[in-house]
């Protein structure tokens, strides 16, 4: 594909949470699972391992458990003044959005990998640990997932693990507990047509030769910039768009 082609796709992802009751083959899960292989890691460590769960029993415990561990995320966001909550946790949750997904792929690291990476990395690096660089092999990874789902014509949702969640599911597929629980892709039809995401501008957040402190935002802005969020995704999402 030349580059428009990928900007097509690129702007074609978008996270779905209401899914077709309609199966997905392996072969298409399989491909998913080829395009995200193939993702950046330092030193090459490739952390990343795959659970597919297409079997129903197992997919209902995963959503059985999923609850608590969110409404203990929910409490936490009550701490928040309202016009800043997130907008998944504004009320009460009861079910998982992604319920009617077919397919749920879990993506599980492994830190023993990050041996492969230059030992300087836990000492010299601008974004910190190298805790820091094992979370973005495994962001890699996830962002290849989603792609390639919407390359298929599928939708897909990005799910979050907290850690109440992480032992729960790792009870229900038998991981070891040296491995992580690193997040969850929700795979299937889309059952809706998404809206048209927003973005910042580029030639809000681009600078050339030396950064322009013309478009540096204040504390105030990044405040105002995520109220204006907040009340742009809260209604859409409320109706599953």
Known sequence: MDINEFLDLV?????????????????????????????????????????????????KQILDAWLDPTIEAYWI????????????????????PFK???????????????QASVLGCHFLMTEG?????FQKNMANATQNIHLAAAA???GSEWISVNKLWARSIKNILGIPDVLEVHNIAAIGYPA????????????????????????????????????KLREETAPPYKQGL
Do not use: C
């Open 11 to 59: 702007h074609k992802r978008r996270s779905i949470r209401r899914f077709k009751n309609e199966p997905v083959s392996d072969e298409t899960i399989l491909q998913i699972l080829e395009a995200s292989r193939w993702a950046m890691s330092g030193g090459d460590g490739q952390p990343w391992e795959y659970v597919v769960v297409k079997d129903e029993a197992k997919r």
């Open 100 to 114: 009617d997904a077919p397919v749920l792929i879990v993506l599980l690291g492994d830190r023993r990998t990050f």
């Open 77 to 96: 966001e009550q701490t928040r003044v309202p016009e800043l909550r997130h907008h998944h946790l504004r009320t009460m949750p009861t079910e998982p």
């Open 129 to 133: 640990s190298a805790d820091a660089i």
């Open 192 to 227: 809706y047509q998404p809206k048209p995401n927003y973005r910042r501008e580029l030639n809000e957040i681009v600078h050339y030769d030396g950064y322009d402190m013309s478009k540096y935002r204040t504390a105030d802005d990044i405040r105002n910039y995520i109220l």
């Open 152 to 154: 298929a014509g599928l």
